[in-house]
Protein backbone atom coordinates (compact mmCIF):
# COMPACT_ATOMS: atom_id res chain seq x y z
CA UNK A 1 0.00 0.00 0.00
CA UNK A 2 1.34 3.28 -1.07
CA UNK A 3 0.24 6.52 0.32
CA UNK A 4 2.36 9.87 -1.27
CA UNK A 5 1.62 13.27 0.11
CA UNK A 6 3.33 16.42 -0.02
CA UNK A 7 4.74 18.29 3.10
CA UNK A 8 2.23 21.34 3.57
CA UNK A 9 0.31 22.50 6.45
CA UNK A 10 -3.00 21.89 4.97
CA UNK A 11 -2.79 18.41 4.02
CA UNK A 12 -4.64 15.94 6.03
CA UNK A 13 -3.20 12.63 6.30
CA UNK A 14 -5.81 11.14 7.95
CA UNK A 15 -8.44 11.32 4.97
CA UNK A 16 -5.79 10.45 2.98
CA UNK A 17 -5.16 6.99 4.73
CA UNK A 18 -8.93 6.41 5.20
CA UNK A 19 -9.29 7.01 1.31
CA UNK A 20 -7.11 4.53 0.88
CA UNK A 21 -8.19 2.13 3.28
CA UNK A 22 -12.17 2.80 2.42
CA UNK A 23 -13.10 3.45 5.96
CA UNK A 24 -14.77 5.90 7.36
CA UNK A 25 -13.26 8.67 10.04
CA UNK A 26 -15.12 9.02 13.34
CA UNK A 27 -14.09 11.71 15.69
CA UNK A 28 -10.89 12.16 14.64
CA UNK A 29 -9.77 8.40 14.39
CA UNK A 30 -9.91 5.50 11.99
CA UNK A 31 -10.03 1.88 12.99
CA UNK A 32 -8.24 -0.42 10.65
CA UNK A 33 -10.60 -3.05 9.04
CA UNK A 34 -9.75 -6.61 10.39
CA UNK A 35 -9.41 -7.44 6.73
CA UNK A 36 -6.14 -5.32 6.93
CA UNK A 37 -4.85 -5.77 10.06
CA UNK A 38 -5.56 -3.99 13.67
CA UNK A 39 -4.84 -0.76 15.32
CA UNK A 40 -5.78 2.47 14.85
CA UNK A 41 -4.50 6.48 13.39
CA UNK A 42 -5.63 9.57 15.83
CA UNK A 43 -5.32 13.15 14.93
CA UNK A 44 -5.64 15.60 17.99
CA UNK A 45 -6.17 18.78 16.93
CA UNK A 46 -4.65 20.75 19.86
CA UNK A 47 -4.82 24.28 18.06
CA UNK A 48 -5.50 25.15 14.35
CA UNK A 49 -1.54 25.36 14.09
CA UNK A 50 -0.54 22.56 16.30
CA UNK A 51 -1.87 19.37 16.24
CA UNK A 52 -0.94 15.54 16.69
CA UNK A 53 -1.25 12.42 14.98
CA UNK A 54 -1.12 9.06 16.50
CA UNK A 55 -0.31 5.87 14.51
CA UNK A 56 -0.40 2.50 16.07
CA UNK A 57 -1.78 -0.71 14.38
CA UNK A 58 -0.40 -3.87 12.50
CA UNK A 59 -0.99 -4.50 8.90
CA UNK A 60 -0.98 -7.95 7.04
CA UNK A 61 0.20 -6.33 4.32
CA UNK A 62 3.63 -3.21 3.31
CA UNK A 63 2.84 0.47 4.10
CA UNK A 64 5.01 2.58 1.78
CA UNK A 65 4.63 6.73 3.18
CA UNK A 66 6.10 8.54 0.15
CA UNK A 67 6.91 12.49 1.35
CA UNK A 68 7.14 14.39 -1.38
CA UNK A 69 9.12 17.92 -0.30
CA UNK A 70 7.91 21.52 -1.12
CA UNK A 71 9.97 23.47 -2.92
CA UNK A 72 11.38 25.80 0.05
CA UNK A 73 11.44 25.56 4.05
CA UNK A 74 8.09 25.99 4.74
CA UNK A 75 6.66 27.74 7.97
CA UNK A 76 4.64 23.90 9.49
CA UNK A 77 7.54 21.45 11.51
CA UNK A 78 6.94 18.31 11.44
CA UNK A 79 8.80 16.31 14.58
CA UNK A 80 8.52 12.54 13.93
CA UNK A 81 9.14 10.42 16.85
CA UNK A 82 9.33 6.54 15.46
CA UNK A 83 9.29 4.02 18.41
CA UNK A 84 8.93 0.53 16.45
CA UNK A 85 9.83 -2.80 17.98
CA UNK A 86 11.18 -3.37 14.73
CA UNK A 87 13.25 -0.80 12.11
CA UNK A 88 11.60 0.48 9.37
CA UNK A 89 13.30 1.96 6.01
CA UNK A 90 13.66 4.63 4.77
CA UNK A 91 15.26 5.66 1.39
CA UNK A 92 16.39 9.14 -0.20
CA UNK A 93 16.45 10.56 -3.23
CA UNK A 94 19.64 8.44 -4.16
CA UNK A 95 17.09 5.18 -4.08
CA UNK A 96 19.16 3.45 -1.25
CA UNK A 97 17.56 2.01 1.51
CA UNK A 98 18.28 2.95 4.88
CA UNK A 99 17.16 1.44 8.21
CA UNK A 100 16.85 2.74 11.14
CA UNK A 101 18.73 0.88 13.70
CA UNK A 102 18.10 -1.31 16.21
CA UNK A 103 20.74 1.77 18.09
CA UNK A 104 17.83 4.27 17.95
CA UNK A 105 20.01 6.95 17.08
CA UNK A 106 17.32 7.94 14.32
CA UNK A 107 14.27 7.29 16.29
CA UNK A 108 13.60 11.35 16.20
CA UNK A 109 13.77 13.46 12.94
CA UNK A 110 13.49 16.67 12.45
CA UNK A 111 13.58 18.07 9.15
CA UNK A 112 12.71 20.78 6.95
CA UNK A 113 9.85 20.31 4.53
CA UNK A 114 11.87 20.49 1.45
CA UNK A 115 13.40 16.90 1.50
CA UNK A 116 11.72 13.64 -0.32
CA UNK A 117 11.76 10.73 1.74
CA UNK A 118 10.20 7.04 1.23
CA UNK A 119 9.20 5.20 4.49
CA UNK A 120 8.58 1.25 4.40
CA UNK A 121 7.02 -0.14 7.27
CA UNK A 122 7.24 -4.24 6.62
CA UNK A 123 4.16 -6.09 7.20
CA UNK A 124 2.67 -7.85 9.97
CA UNK A 125 5.04 -5.10 11.95
CA UNK A 126 3.85 -3.58 14.98
CA UNK A 127 3.85 0.55 13.77
CA UNK A 128 4.05 3.02 16.22
CA UNK A 129 5.01 6.40 15.56
CA UNK A 130 3.97 9.58 16.50
CA UNK A 131 3.74 13.01 14.42
CA UNK A 132 3.90 16.57 16.19
CA UNK A 133 3.24 19.27 13.70
CA UNK A 134 3.31 22.98 14.54
CA UNK A 135 4.09 26.57 12.82
CA UNK A 136 7.45 28.05 13.80
CA UNK A 137 5.31 30.69 15.81
CA UNK A 138 3.62 28.29 17.81
CA UNK A 139 7.45 26.44 18.52
CA UNK A 140 9.01 30.11 19.13
CA UNK A 141 5.88 30.69 22.13
CA UNK A 142 6.54 27.26 23.60
CA UNK A 143 10.55 27.27 23.79
CA UNK A 144 10.06 31.25 25.15
CA UNK A 145 13.47 31.50 24.02
CA UNK A 146 14.90 35.35 23.76
CA UNK A 147 18.22 34.02 21.89
CA UNK A 148 18.24 30.59 20.64
CA UNK A 149 21.35 29.05 19.26
CA UNK A 150 21.88 28.47 16.04
CA UNK A 151 20.63 25.36 15.85
CA UNK A 152 17.47 26.23 16.93
CA UNK A 153 17.15 29.40 15.34
CA UNK A 154 17.63 26.99 11.60
CA UNK A 155 14.31 25.91 12.64
CA UNK A 156 12.32 28.37 14.03
CA UNK A 157 13.54 30.66 11.63
CA UNK A 158 13.86 28.28 8.48
CA UNK A 159 15.77 30.20 5.60
CA UNK A 160 17.75 27.15 4.51
CA UNK A 161 17.37 23.38 4.42
CA UNK A 162 18.08 21.26 7.77
CA UNK A 163 17.84 17.49 9.30
CA UNK A 164 18.28 16.43 12.38
CA UNK A 165 18.00 13.35 14.29
CA UNK A 166 17.68 12.55 17.86
CA UNK A 167 18.07 9.31 19.78
CA UNK A 168 15.03 8.62 21.81
CA UNK A 169 15.62 8.17 25.66
CA UNK A 170 13.23 5.81 28.00
CA UNK A 171 11.10 8.92 29.45
CA UNK A 172 9.90 10.05 25.58
CA UNK A 173 9.01 6.16 25.15
CA UNK A 174 7.09 6.26 27.76
CA UNK A 175 5.00 9.60 26.77
CA UNK A 176 4.53 8.39 23.34
CA UNK A 177 3.05 4.65 24.84
CA UNK A 178 1.14 7.14 26.97
CA UNK A 179 -0.36 8.83 23.99
CA UNK A 180 -1.41 5.73 22.08
CA UNK A 181 -3.75 4.47 24.85
CA UNK A 182 -7.36 5.02 24.88
CA UNK A 183 -8.31 8.43 26.93
CA UNK A 184 -11.57 8.92 29.04
CA UNK A 185 -13.57 11.49 27.74
CA UNK A 186 -13.46 13.78 30.95
CA UNK A 187 -13.73 16.87 29.30
CA UNK A 188 -9.59 17.40 30.21
CA UNK A 189 -8.35 14.78 27.00
CA UNK A 190 -7.77 18.13 25.37
CA UNK A 191 -5.36 19.28 28.21
CA UNK A 192 -3.78 16.06 28.58
CA UNK A 193 -2.82 15.09 24.96
CA UNK A 194 -1.45 19.16 25.07
CA UNK A 195 0.51 18.84 27.63
CA UNK A 196 1.73 14.95 26.54
CA UNK A 197 3.09 17.07 22.96
CA UNK A 198 4.51 19.64 25.13
CA UNK A 199 6.69 17.08 26.91
CA UNK A 200 7.63 15.55 23.69
CA UNK A 201 8.52 18.95 22.43
CA UNK A 202 10.59 19.57 25.36
CA UNK A 203 12.34 15.78 25.08
CA UNK A 204 13.76 16.88 22.02
CA UNK A 205 14.77 20.44 21.64
CA UNK A 206 16.26 19.88 24.92
CA UNK A 207 18.22 17.53 23.35
CA UNK A 208 19.13 20.00 20.74
CA UNK A 209 20.59 22.62 23.05
CA UNK A 210 22.45 20.46 24.78
CA UNK A 211 24.42 20.26 21.56
CA UNK A 212 25.43 24.05 21.61
CA UNK A 213 26.71 23.74 18.64
CA UNK A 214 28.02 28.03 17.12
CA UNK A 215 26.72 27.26 14.12
CA UNK A 216 24.60 25.82 11.33
CA UNK A 217 25.37 25.23 8.02
CA UNK A 218 22.52 24.19 5.56
CA UNK A 219 22.64 20.73 3.95
CA UNK A 220 21.18 19.89 0.80
CA UNK A 221 19.79 16.78 -0.79
CA UNK A 222 23.29 15.59 -2.16
CA UNK A 223 24.33 16.01 1.46
CA UNK A 224 21.98 14.31 3.21
CA UNK A 225 22.87 11.04 0.61
CA UNK A 226 26.57 11.34 1.43
CA UNK A 227 25.94 11.50 5.26
CA UNK A 228 23.12 8.53 4.93
CA UNK A 229 25.99 6.58 3.18
CA UNK A 230 28.80 7.60 5.14
CA UNK A 231 26.82 6.47 8.68
CA UNK A 232 25.80 3.07 6.76
CA UNK A 233 29.78 2.96 6.24
CA UNK A 234 30.24 3.26 10.16
CA UNK A 235 27.38 1.19 11.00
CA UNK A 236 28.19 -2.60 8.28
CA UNK A 237 31.46 -2.87 10.84
CA UNK A 238 31.63 -2.09 14.37
CA UNK A 239 34.57 -4.33 15.04
CA UNK A 240 37.12 -1.58 12.77
CA UNK A 241 37.20 2.02 13.79
CA UNK A 242 36.41 4.19 11.15
CA UNK A 243 38.78 5.68 8.75
CA UNK A 244 37.97 9.03 8.78
CA UNK A 245 40.20 9.54 4.61
CA UNK A 246 38.44 6.49 4.07
CA UNK A 247 34.77 8.16 5.00
CA UNK A 248 35.55 11.40 3.41
CA UNK A 249 36.48 10.06 0.15
CA UNK A 250 33.55 7.66 0.34
CA UNK A 251 31.23 10.71 1.00
CA UNK A 252 33.23 12.80 -2.05
CA UNK A 253 33.60 15.51 0.80
CA UNK A 254 36.65 16.83 2.80
CA UNK A 255 37.38 15.63 6.12
CA UNK A 256 36.30 18.89 7.91
CA UNK A 257 33.04 19.64 6.32
CA UNK A 258 32.13 15.68 6.65
CA UNK A 259 32.85 15.89 10.38
CA UNK A 260 31.01 19.08 10.81
CA UNK A 261 27.90 18.31 8.90
CA UNK A 262 27.85 14.54 10.46
CA UNK A 263 27.76 16.08 13.74
CA UNK A 264 25.03 18.78 12.98
CA UNK A 265 22.65 16.39 11.84
CA UNK A 266 23.44 13.73 14.22
CA UNK A 267 24.19 15.30 17.07
CA UNK A 268 27.64 13.08 17.69
CA UNK A 269 31.45 13.04 16.32
CA UNK A 270 31.74 10.28 13.92
CA UNK A 271 34.05 8.72 16.53
CA UNK A 272 31.43 8.52 19.40
CA UNK A 273 29.06 7.90 17.18
CA UNK A 274 30.36 4.27 16.19
CA UNK A 275 31.33 3.88 20.29
CA UNK A 276 27.81 4.32 21.04
CA UNK A 277 26.31 2.07 18.25
CA UNK A 278 29.46 -0.30 19.42
CA UNK A 279 27.96 -0.33 23.27
CA UNK A 280 24.17 -0.70 21.67
CA UNK A 281 24.99 -3.65 19.74
CA UNK A 282 27.21 -5.55 22.49
CA UNK A 283 23.89 -5.10 24.65
CA UNK A 284 21.88 -6.29 21.84
CA UNK A 285 24.43 -9.56 21.39
CA UNK A 286 24.19 -9.75 24.98
CA UNK A 287 20.98 -9.35 26.26
CA UNK A 288 18.75 -10.81 22.96
CA UNK A 289 21.30 -13.28 20.86
CA UNK A 290 22.75 -14.74 24.23
CA UNK A 291 26.74 -14.22 23.41
CA UNK A 292 28.63 -14.90 26.47
CA UNK A 293 30.58 -11.09 27.22
CA UNK A 294 34.09 -12.64 25.82
CA UNK A 295 31.97 -13.68 22.59
CA UNK A 296 29.98 -10.11 22.26
CA UNK A 297 33.33 -8.25 22.95
CA UNK A 298 35.38 -10.24 20.43
CA UNK A 299 32.72 -9.75 18.15
CA UNK A 300 33.10 -6.16 18.12
CA UNK A 301 37.00 -5.73 18.10
CA UNK A 302 37.92 -5.57 21.26
CA UNK A 303 41.38 -7.87 22.22
CA UNK A 304 41.43 -6.57 25.97
CA UNK A 305 38.27 -7.83 27.33
CA UNK A 306 38.79 -5.14 30.64
CA UNK A 307 38.64 -2.40 28.37
CA UNK A 308 35.90 -3.81 26.72
CA UNK A 309 33.94 -3.89 30.21
CA UNK A 310 34.95 -0.22 31.45
CA UNK A 311 33.28 1.42 28.10
CA UNK A 312 30.30 -1.23 28.64
CA UNK A 313 29.55 0.26 32.08
CA UNK A 314 30.14 3.48 30.96
CA UNK A 315 27.85 3.81 28.50
CA UNK A 316 25.06 0.93 30.56
CA UNK A 317 25.43 1.40 33.64
CA UNK A 318 26.46 -2.04 34.66
CA UNK A 319 28.99 -3.92 33.68
CA UNK A 320 28.36 -6.76 31.26
CA UNK A 321 27.81 -9.95 32.43
CA UNK A 322 25.13 -8.42 35.13
CA UNK A 323 23.65 -6.47 32.19
CA UNK A 324 23.47 -10.33 30.10
CA UNK A 325 21.20 -11.90 33.00
CA UNK A 326 18.80 -8.73 33.18
CA UNK A 327 20.14 -7.26 36.37
Known amino acids: MLIEFITQPQFNFLTAFAEALHVPVVNNELQI???????????????????LLIHRYRLNQELILKRVGSKEPASFISVI?????????????????HNFSR?????????????????????NTEIYYTVVGLSTSRLKALLELSRPDALIDAIVNP????????SMGTETQITLRQLSEPQAENGLVGFYYRIKAETLLYDVFNQLHNRQQARHSPVNKADVEKLFLIREAI????????????LAKLGGMSETKMKDLFRQVFGDSIYNYYQTARMEEAA???????????????????????????????????KPKKYALGG
Open 235 to 246: LSDLGQPPSLPG
Open 103 to 123: YNDMAIQIASNNFDSLITFPA
Open 81 to 97: FYNNEEPVSLVTDDEEQ
Open 284 to 318: YLLRHKNYSVSEAGYQLGFSNLSHFTRLFERHHQQ
Open 33 to 51: PSSLGEGFVRRVDLNDDFR
Open 159 to 166: KESFLFYE
